[in-house]
């Protein structure tokens, strides 16, 4: 059948010279590169849900993405955050010594363009210039070994001040601020961190006396307490007790940021649930503030996925949390630029992560295909001619070409989706299917397609309750595929073990998923054992006598092995098992499921 679809595309090609620039045909300049108003907006996108935010640096000593950005910021947030513009450093960098223009620049911006602006922040040990701790004799107050009331007075005037000042400057036009950032310890027995100078010279009132001035200067403003992980178990028990304790001695505390600076793995969705839950029984307000997902040796793909699941979250607790603000706005900009943790990359063009977030439901690649295309054509030289989204074509309808498709010699089709070529008009008849180049010699088709589709590929679970053979055990196979996580096939025997499944059909499989021993309720569903299956293979056959492999895995221990296929044909598919366990001499496996993920070709 392959060589079939070689032969096939040699003239296809040729005949697509007739494909017009109509309907989704786009045709790309150089590069192929859209305008930032091309692109889905996350703003209108998540409107109904929470301000979707941006931390922006404004400043010339900074890396300006205020200025280089401006398109990408007006058409994506409806939240601005300065980096750096508005920390005491920057706004009062000696004693009086007020400094707006940069951080009203961005405000004035954000005013025009109808964006909220969070302050960022007011209270913070660090970025605050020594001056605020210094006593007249131009000595460190928090150095003193003994601290007077007098010294104590003189730093909650500035503090007070510096509240008063910055607030009454911009009104109304911050609607939140981060009244104090980082407080809490991160270790030890104490709720404060010891190395603030605020809480050397104050203690813990700092806070009270920070948040209630806040609120006195302007009783409009959300009064948020800031920190970095405050969703995590090791810190959240300490960040709950002192907010406790200042709300109920009245203290006007509105809102938690949960900063965000997370990586692909690390901190669980789970973990983070339940710290929104119970800042939320605290009767206070979410804003995710700081958010960026590091790669540290991930993929974008993977990284795409993290954004995606984080931001499934968000929405559905977008009834507590209000605000997310991502830390910035291309990768080589970003405080953490080593682990590409945005959603632009440095030439502000998208990345999968940001096409995560355009609708969450979908895989990014489903996203972006929707949105720019699911194939593009290339020409021997390697440049893109021409492009196509999602959907069906009959090609004797698509003439006034944009771009020439004779001079087409190759396709890139996008991850997760076909282009299905027909004999008949209408999407009938005989189909040839592509996925990759590979398999595309180009020119082919001219004599026989007359329409084409292009379609996202459904991803059912396919081996689901269809036939079942095993070299060991076979009567009791069928539990594999049967959909209970609670009834397996389990020899014990002399490996190598195998269990087939016939499709009933011609598929093409996008991803296997095999859940092991430790998934069962004997082993009581742990992420990893031992007792896994440690070396087994997918494969895959036409006929169910020929087979061979299509994805290898060896020295597995993990509970469930969920991986992706670069999307093959197969009739029948196999699960070959050599090595049962890590463990010596335990031949014992448990498969309590082996699940297929592909679409129907025929
Ligand atoms: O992103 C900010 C970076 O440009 C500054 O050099 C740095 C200085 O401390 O502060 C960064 O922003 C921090 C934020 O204000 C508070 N939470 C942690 C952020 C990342 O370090």
Sequence with gaps: MKRRFRRIFGITLLFLTLVAAIGSVTVLGQGGKAQASELPSLREIYQDYFEIGAAVSIAGWSSKTFDRHRELIEHHFSSLTAENEMKPEALQPGPGNFRFTDADRMVDFAVEQGMKVRGHTLVWHAQTGDWFFRDGKNQLIYEKDVITEADRQLVIDRLENHIEVVMEHFGDKVYAWDVVNEAVSDGGGAIHRPDSPWFQILGDDFMKIAFTKAHE??????????DYNPEMAYKRGRTIKMLEDLLADGVPVHGIGIQGHWSVDGTTIKEIEQAIRMYADLGLEIHITEMDVGMEGFTEEQQAERYRELFQLFKKHSDVITSVTIWGITDDASWRRDENPLLFDGNGEPKPAFWALVDTDKPWYVNKAEYTNAVEFFNSAGEMVGALK??????????????????????????????????????????WHFITTEDFAGGAMATQAKSLSIASIETDNIALNKPTKANVLGERAHRAVDGEKISSWSPSAEPPYWLEVDLEGTYLLSRWVVRLHGTGPLAGEVEESPFNAADFSL???????????????????????????????????????????????NNSLAVYEFEVYGTVLD
């Design 217 to 226: 200067v302007n009783p409009n403003v959300k009064l948020f307490y800031n």
């Design 390 to 431: 999602p959907g069906d074509y009959n090609l004797n309808e698509l003439d006034s070409l944009g771009f020439n498709l004779a001079e087409v010699t190759g396709l890139q089709v996008e991850k997760g989706h076909l282009i299905t070529f027909f004999e008949q008009e209408g999407q009938q008849g005989t189909a």
């Design 539 to 585: 494969q895959i056959s036409d006929d169910g006598v020929n087979w061979q492999d299509v994805d290898v895995v060896e020295g597995n221990t993990a509970s469930i092995c969920d991986r992706d296929l670069n999307l093959v044909k197969a009739s029948y598919v196999r699960l070959y098992v050599t090595r049962p366990t890590s463990v010596d001499r």
